[in-house]
């Protein structure tokens, strides 16, 4: 007798389960489709980027090879079209190269233009610290003593990543906009300075000396 009790109960068991999946299955089955789509599209995704980033790499070594071979005009539109393009990573590193060829051409304007727009487009500190160094050596000869300080002041603080090149940079202002007193502050803080590369601390100390310091 037990025997049909439990037959009886495993039919009906059976019966809700069969009326359950038919009136719910549709959701088990959307809800695998959806969990098969997303991970296609994250491993689509993925490599997606990575030939991107192959197709990026190629370019920019393009550019410079061209540059190697003379052709700064060439190299300077390849970088511009990588940088238009490429992962952002490449797009950086891009425009860095794109304004260092753009000034070897004498294109100072434009090199200075796409330095300051690699600086604000980065994230990495490292990397906007560099475009804006090299925005303020292009800008020596053309900005007022007082602008290229100001660009300078918080590239020369202790946290700078360049700040060696920029106390450099910034006792030279100083020698430009007639403040002596001034400069042999920045030339002597770099020349003290046992952490800053030889060649820096050297030339400190002769332009300390070419001022009487």
């Known amino acids: 007798m037990a025997d049909i009790f439990t ?10 389960a069969e009326r359950l999946w038919k009136r719910y299955g549709w ?9 098969v789509a997303a991970t296609a599209g994250y491993v689509g995704w ?15 070594q393009s550019a ?10 060439t190299a300077g539109t390849t970088a511009a079209r990588v940088a238009a393009t490429a992962p952002a990573g490449y797009a950086l590193l891009a425009r860095l190269a794109e304004a260092n060829w753009l000034a070897e051409q004498g294109k100072t304007d434009e090199a200075i233009q796409r330095y300051d727009a690699a600086a604000a487009a980065s994230d990495d500190p490292t990397f906007r ?6 925005s303020v050596q292009l800008r020596f000869e053309r900005d007022s003593p007082a602008e290229l ?6 590239l ?14 910034q006792g030279l202002a100083h020698v ?13 803080a770099l020349a003290d300075d046992l952490a800053a590369p030889a060649g820096a601390r050297a030339r400190a100390a002769e332009l300390l000396q070419a001022l009487g310091g």
Not at 129 to 134: K, R, S
Not at 160 to 168: D, I, S
Request: hydrophobic share 50%.
């Open 7 to 16: 037959e009886v109960d495993r039919d009906l068991r059976a019966d809700r």
């Open 27 to 35: 959701l088990v089955i959307a809800a695998a489709v959806v969990i």
């Open 46 to 60: 993925r490599e997606y980027q990575r030939r991107q980033s192959v197709a990026a790499g190629d370019q920019f």
């Open 64 to 73: 410079l090879s061209q540059a190697l071979r003379g052709d700064a005009a």
């Open 129 to 134: 610290e560099l475009a804006a160094i090299a």
């Open 149 to 154: 300080l100001q660009r300078l002041a918080p």
């Open 156 to 169: 020369a603080a202790p946290t700078g990543r360049y700040r060696f090149t920029a106390l450099e940079l």
């Open 176 to 188: 430009k906009a007639g403040n002596p007193a001034a400069a042999k502050q920045s030339f002597q």
